[in-house]
């Protein structure tokens, strides 16, 4: 894992570089400097519409006494966007944009939430990425406890 962040860091900081440079050859460095401010601002406010927009929703299944699971991966799909929206640059920028689009962020959190499933990381009983956990149910705990009744202290 860490081999392939490394070279991730290494990577798109010199994509980005060499995309910017070549933009400003062809439409000069101060334009090129405004479109990557105009990308990162209208981004900004795409991001807090959305956020706002998954935190309602959120907040619906709340009410209803449903658990917002979905709306917990598309918030922290938006943070994602966010970061890349506000690192500068046209290929960040790209992703950040396309996690901001409702369709293709739900098509990422799917991909990714099969992903990590398939690969036994994320257990679909506790509901938690565990690397050291499979998805059988022998690897659980076992550790539950059953009553019938339930009573509160401080209603004797």
């Not at 795409?46 to 006494?65: V, W």
């Amino acid at each position: 894992m860490f081999p392939v962040l490394a070279l991730i860091f290494l990577i798109v900081p010199l994509l980005e570089i060499y995309i910017l440079i070549q933009v400003g050859q062809v439409i000069g460095a101060l334009w090129t400097v405004f479109f990557v401010v105009l990308t990162a601002v209208i981004g900004i406010q795409l991001l807090k519409q959305q956020g706002l927009s998954t935190l309602m929703r959120a907040q619906q299944k709340l009410s209803t006494g449903e658990l917002p699971a979905e709306e917990m991966l598309e918030g922290f799909a938006l943070v994602i966007a966010g970061a890349f929206l506000l690192t500068p640059g046209f290929f960040t920028d790209a992703f950040g944009f396309l996690l901001l689009i409702p369709p293709t962020r739900k098509l990422m959190i799917r991909a990714l939430t099969t992903r990590l499933i398939r690969s036994g990381r994320f257990n679909m009983h506790s509901g938690y990425c565990d690397p050291q956990q499979s998805t059988s149910s022998s690897s659980r705990s076992g550790r539950t406890i059953e009553g019938v009744k339930y009573q509160r202290d401080d209603e004797q």
